[in-house]
């Protein structure tokens, strides 16, 4: 039997291999972190389109109450909906709060841009013109609406 008097027991990891596992685990989370915050985006994107849809519903059911005339503007057409019961409580997916209508508004510029200055990320936004409306969503940019494939996103009737 040859004992080997030289033979240590390895109690732990070296300095080095932890450091070289920091730097790659450093390393992967920086090539996913961007993916994932722009996953996020895309998703709270989809919310909005969502609330978008929800609000096209209630323009819809407005416009048949009104035998084919479209609400003037936002705040008729949720007097209208709260009054028959049908309007929804938005949840503003940037901010997680509910969104009575209060911050709805009821114009927006042909190029896209929210015409009130200061129009929050998430909200919906309704244009109504005799038998037609639009319903716009903004961005994570506040101030301006949803893109889709470089257009503005938005929903009507026409």
């Given at each position: 039997?040859?004992?080997?008097?030289?033979?240590?027991?390895?109690?732990?990891?070296?300095?080095?291999?932890?450091?070289?596992?920091?730097?790659?685990?450093?390393?992967?989370?920086?090539?996913?972190?961007?993916?994932?915050?722009?996953?996020q985006n895309r998703?709270?994107?989809?919310?909005?389109?969502?609330?978008?849809?929800?609000?096209?519903?209630?323009?819809?059911?407005?416009?048949?109450?009104?035998?084919?005339?479209?609400?003037?503007?936002?705040e008729n057409l949720?007097?209208?909906?709260?009054?028959?019961k049908y309007w929804?409580?938005?949840?503003?997916?940037?901010?997680?709060?509910?969104?009575?209508?209060?911050?709805?508004?009821?114009?927006?510029?042909?190029?896209?841009?929210?015409?009130?200055?200061?129009?929050?990320?998430?909200?919906?936004?309704?244009?109504?013109?005799?038998?037609?409306?639009?319903?716009?969503?903004?961005?994570?940019?506040?101030?301006?609406?949803?893109?889709?494939?470089?257009?503005?996103?938005?929903?009507?009737?026409?």
């Open positions: 039997m040859i004992i080997n008097k030289f033979h240590k027991k390895m109690a732990g990891f070296t300095l080095v291999e932890l450091m070289v596992v920091i730097v790659i685990i450093s390393i992967l989370l920086m090539l996913a972190f961007p993916n994932f915050q722009a996953s998703a709270k994107e989809a919310g909005v389109k969502s609330n978008m849809y929800i609000f096209h519903q209630c323009a819809e059911v407005y416009t048949i109450d009104w035998g084919g005339i479209s609400a003037e503007n936002a949720k007097e209208e909906a709260i009054a028959n929804k409580v938005f949840i503003n997916p940037f901010t997680s709060k509910l969104d009575l209508g209060t911050t709805t508004f009821n114009t927006v510029s042909s190029d896209g841009l929210i015409d009130p200055n200061n129009f929050p990320a998430g909200n919906v936004a309704y244009k109504g013109q005799g038998n037609t409306y639009a319903i716009y969503g903004a961005g994570k940019d506040g101030g301006k609406a949803i893109l889709n494939k470089g257009l503005v996103y938005y929903l009507t009737n026409e």
